[in-house]
């Protein structure tokens, strides 16, 4: 088998070194727009096996003559660039995987469905980690019920030390933080959609050895759950988690306007506050040296066997030091490298554009995790 990775930044080079490890991929290819940073990636993650060239991810005809030279392809380069890809996929006859990020992004590939399904292939967005593998637990755990009557998502990113005043570090892009801060989120109440602010309804929750914390609204993380289960369940929504304090602290700045993209006059420059703003994130938040861990938990509520039931799914992961891909390199694209590998390899048989929590198999998704050292834990009990 043959697999693409697109975009060799943190997210590319954990994909590229997840597949180059498994044992019946011959080759894994890695693209980006800076050629001797693929080059650079592919000596150091590829295993041997990686192919490094240059690509421009918004040149779809260059990426349709890629492509046809492999049996799947995965996009970490930003969400915008996701239905281009997705048009050069299908026609090139590649399975296509990405980390999406943006619901509207996510409505145009969905639209390309009947395209997908004549060129004979799978397009899977939003499958990192929330959007992203929280989806196939989701699935997962809806078919342990009779009925669910409630869904609760709560992932989060964050330094295993904490450092003020933010007690946040950079564990993914700054465009894709301030995206699911700044975004409308869709949850289900009474089993239809509703539509909420991002940072509201900040609520407390613990981890047992891990310390307290905070969640609150944040966008894409529910992705195309809400409308997978329209009806099916009552409740369900999806919080970022934090350390506490961090939204008092950094919803001011959003609110004042440090994320328009409608540009200042500075000068004799037009400037865009959000352009700025990124980049004093990746300047002062990015601690190279600091230690990163992802926390996840999903909480499920509704009856089994005629009983109440409450299931809980937890992962608690930290920063591999031997390999030296953080927490959030290997739960996202760790996710996305399977369901690539799983998509070339026929244990994926759904064809078309769909969501994850329709086209992957969970029972043989999660194996596949703890193979990797990302272990999930699922506790079950009877509420009263």
């Known amino acids: 088998m043959k697999i693409a990775v697109i975009g060799a ?11 180059a ?19 650079k990636m592919g000596e150091k993650y590829g295993g041997g096996k990686a192919v490094a060239g240059q690509l421009d991810a918004a040149d779809e005809d260059l990426v349709v003559e890629i492509l046809r030279g492999y049996d799947a392809a995965v996009s970490c380069v930003t969400y915008k660039y996701n239905p281009g890809l997705t048009r050069a996929a299908i026609k090139a006859g590649c399975h296509f995987m990405d980390l999406g990020g943006n619901n509207n992004v996510v409505r145009l590939q969905l639209e390309m469905n009947d395209l997908a399904a004549a060129a004979g292939i799978i397009v899977i967005p939003d499958c990192g980690l929330a959007p992203g593998m929280v989806s196939i637990f989701a699935a997962d755990g809806f078919n342990r019920y009779d009925q669910v009557r409630s869904l609760k998502i709560r992932v989060g990113g964050l330094p295993q030390s904490p450092r003020p005043p933010l007690n946040y570090k950079m564990v993914f892009s700054a465009e894709g933080l301030i995206n699911e801060y700044c975004e409308p989120c869709v949850i289900l109440e009474d089993g239809q959609k509703k539509m909420v602010h991002p940072m509201t309804a900040v609520e407390s929750l ?17 992705s195309t759950l809400p409308d997978t289960f329209l009806g099916r369940i009552d409740f369900l929504d999806y919080k970022t988690i934090r350390y506490p304090g961090h939204c008092r ?12 993209r409608q540009p200042l006059d500075i000068g004799r420059q037009k400037i865009e506050p959000r352009e700025v703003f990124k980049a004093v994130l990746d300047r002062n938040l990015s601690y190279e040296d600091d230690l990163d ?3 996840v ?4 509520e509704g009856d089994k066997n005629g009983r109440k039931m409450k299931t809980v799914y937890e992962i608690v992961d930290r920063q591999d030091t031997r390999s030296g891909l953080t927490a959030m390199m290997r739960t996202t694209a760790f996710p996305i490298a399977i369901i690539a590998w799983m998509a070339a390899s026929g244990q994926i048989t759904e064809r078309g554009v769909k969501p994850q929590e329709i086209a992957v198999k969970p029972s043989l998704f999660i194996p596949q995790l703890k193979k990797r050292g990302i272990k999930l834990d699922i506790k079950e009990e009877t509420c009263n």
């Open 249 to 260: 602290l950094f919803k001011p700045m959003l609110e004042i306007g440090l994320a328009s």
């Open 293 to 295: 861990m992802v926390l």
């Open 297 to 300: 938990r999903l909480i499920f």
């Open 206 to 222: 613990e981890f047992d050895g891990v310390g307290e914390f905070e969640a609150f609204y944040t966008s894409g993380g529910t």
């Open 21 to 39: 490890r498994l044992d019946d991929i011959e080759t894994v290819g890695i693209y980006d727009i800076d050629a001797e940073l693929a080059r």
């Open 9 to 19: 930044g943190l997210m590319g080079r954990a994909a590229l070194y997840d597949l």
